[in-house]
């Protein structure tokens, strides 16, 4: 039940992005003991049971008020990390050949990303940006500035040429304390550029996990016959027939694809490629992982 809960077909048809970011993330966490994420279930938990010498100001006296049993806080304000979500809203992500665009599978996933850290005590933050910054939420972690985030989401639309590197680098200049970056995006721009971003902003102590959004179609070119190809970007047009080009379009794709997961493992960046078809337990067990890892650093 709960992997049917984060099918993106699914959640299209809930409509609302609160309750799709409540429905991944519970449906997540509902099935975090089965495979393949079996080690999260036993790594993640909200409480933990009291232990001789904690601080009693951790103790959760709701729980107790019920079981009667002494739990503690897992996570606390002094460990809490700040999680930055940059949102690509490049016209490409507009691309629909099929129920959930581009541009949706990623409100979808930031939505239930933020759900998820401000669930767990974290700060969360959102930049969406395509050659500019067209919106930007500081870091925070009450229920109120997750209303905001959803908002946004819900609000924008996919915009012209993008320019990840740049608006990467500015964001970080301005990060006043180590956290967690998500970058979300289908990665349509300068490949060296982006890579070398990223490798800077590993160097200065932030964590980064980039999300590579790939339709189904876009990793097939399923269609047979000659069509009119638009970029949805610059506004250009191609006429092309797929069976001519099909090889070659591939090769290309899997070099790029080969090249961005060589470069990130060498930054020491998490990256993903999420296919826009798939459910989005992956990226939220990615994330998972990721901040887990960063327990106690503050």
């Not at 409540?22 to 003991?33: M, N, Q, S």
């Not at 089965?34 to 232990?51: K, N, T």
């Not at 304000?77 to 507009?94: C, I, K, P, Q, Y």
């Amino acid at each position: 039940m709960s992997e049917h809960l984060l099918n993106p077909s699914v959640l299209a048809a809930i409509g609302r992005l609160d309750l799709i970011a409540r429905t991944v993330v519970e449906g997540f966490l509902i099935g975090l003991h089965r495979s393949p994420y079996h080690g999260l279930s036993q790594e993640f938990a909200e409480h933990r049971p009291y232990i001789a010498g904690d601080e009693m100001r951790r103790v959760d006296w709701r729980i107790y008020g019920r079981t009667d049993r002494l739990y503690v806080k897992e996570f606390e304000e002094e460990t809490n990390v700040a999680v930055r979500l940059l949102f690509d809203v490049s016209g490409s992500l507009a691309f629909t050949p099929r129920d959930v665009s581009k541009l949706d599978y990623a409100r979808y996933l930031l939505a239930a990303l933020a759900y998820l850290a401000i669930r767990q005590n974290d700060r969360a933050g959102l930049v969406c940006f395509d050659e500019e910054v067209r919106e930007r939420l500081e870091t925070r972690g009450s229920r109120r500035h997750l209303h905001a985030i959803l908002a946004a989401l819900e609000g924008i639309e996919a915009g012209g040429r993008t320019s990840v590197a740049k608006i990467l680098l500015s964001e970080a200049a301005q990060w006043k304390r180590r956290g967690l970056a998500v970058l979300v995006s289908d990665l349509y721009d300068e490949r060296e550029e982006i890579v070398d971003a990223v490798a800077r902003v590993r160097r200065v102590g932030h964590d980064v996990i980039v999300f590579h959004l790939l339709d189904r179609a876009e990793k097939l070119l399923e269609q047979r016959g000659t069509f009119e190809f638009h970029d949805l970007e610059t506004g250009q047009t191609l006429i092309a027939d797929t069976e001519r080009v099909r090889k070659s379009y591939l090769k290309h794709l899997t070099q790029q694809r080969t090249y961005f997961r060589r470069e990130f493992e060498r930054t020491g960046a998490e990256y993903a490629e999420l296919d826009t078809s798939e459910p989005l337990d992956k990226a939220l067990a990615i994330f998972l992982r990721k901040r887990l890892g960063k327990r106690g650093k503050g």
